[in-house]
């Protein structure tokens, strides 16, 4: 009893807290990716040369940050005991390895790796594998493709329903439906950033549902987070050639493309939004350069470097 009690008060005493570690990464048990859906959790101990001993020193259960996605972010925390003081049940100290273990559901935690704790506040990336590697598709190609500019009306003339590019397919090099929502991020210049509302898989094509238009006068970048990689979309209203600059020439481009000289695509042309480019867009893109009704004035305005 008095064995107990000292313990519990030399835990409450503790170290002097230092800054956390953080390890974060990919998960994957035998060519299974583990998601954020997944009910899994990876834990740490130390002082705990076989199984997993609680209370451990940090544990993250899969989900429970919406920023990590479908990455495990473990934060291990560590304490000083510089003044003195008895290391706490649930603390490391610099120089001390730590044991991580990953447990499915209520299961008994697995050990997947140890790690050698040689400073404090560090942010590191250690993805975890037990048994087979998961392979994670590439992006290929997307519609709207990557760099187009949406040239359409932002909304109808008396400023009513906002429109906009809504939704981007993003073609995978491998099935799509190991993916989900958050595998992808949205951000912005120039405007703000919509949230994902769905993706949704069917086959290797990934669509991608945004809760809002992309905004007018702005880039919008979806980010393929396993890879890193962006597709970016500008919207510049009555930017017919897709330069980043809307003016005059762009109206000359418009008639050229409308007269089948130089064809250009339908976010390019069909300015009142249609669904069919033709003499009317002509005036629309007069009106959206000019600011008619409630439209802003786009003439000579770019999109944001
Ligand atoms: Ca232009
Ligand atoms: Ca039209």
């Known amino acids: 009893m008095i064995v107990g009690f000292a313990g519990i008060v ?71 005991l510089a003044d003195g003081s008895t290391q706490s049940a649930n603390a490391a100290v610099v120089g001390q390895t730590a044991r991580i ?14 790690y ?11 993805d975890i594998t037990i048994g087979t590697a998961c392979v994670l598709p590439n992006t290929v190609s997307s519609t709207p493709v990557n760099n187009s500019i949406d040239a359409r009306q932002p909304s109808n003339p008396d400023g009513s329903e906002p429109m906009g590019i809504d939704s981007i397919a993003i073609t995978f090099s491998g099935a799509a439906n190991v993916l989900n929502a958050a595998d992808f991020s949205v951000g912005a210049v120039g405007g703000s950033a919509p949230a994902i509302e769905s993706a949704i898989a069917n086959g290797s094509v990934m669509t991608i549902q945004l809760a809002q238009p992309i905004s007018p ?11 890193g990689m962006d597709i970016r979309l500008g919207f510049l209203p009555a930017d017919t050639s897709g330069d980043g600059y809307s003016g005059p020439l762009d109206l000359v481009g418009l008639v050229n493309s409308l007269n089948g000289v130089s064809p250009r695509p339908i976010h390019s042309t069909d300015m009142d ?27 000579g305005r770019t999109l944001p470097q």
């Open 10 to 80: 030399a835990s409450a005493a503790g170290g002097i807290p230092e800054p956390d570690v953080v390890l974060y990464g990919n998960v994957c048990v035998n060519g299974q990716r583990v998601l954020s859906t997944s009910d899994v959790t990876i834990l740490a101990c130390v002082n705990c040369p076989g199984a997993f001993v609680a209370p451990g020193i940090g544990s993250y259960k899969m989900g429970s940050s919406l920023p990590a996605g479908n990455q495990y972010a473990l934060r291990l925390r560590i304490e000083s």
């Open 101 to 114: 273990f990953l447990r499915q559901g209520a299961g008994t935690p697995t050990f997947i790796r140890a």
């Open 116 to 126: 050698p704790i040689n400073n404090r506040g560090v942010f590191e990336r250690s």
């Open 217 to 227: 006068g702005a880039w919008t970048t979806i980010r393929y987070r396993p890879t």
């Open 273 to 299: 939004r249609s669904g069919v480019p033709n003499a009317q867009d002509v005036r629309r893109a007069v009106d959206l350069l000019m600011g008619k009704d409630a439209y802003d004035v786009w003439n």
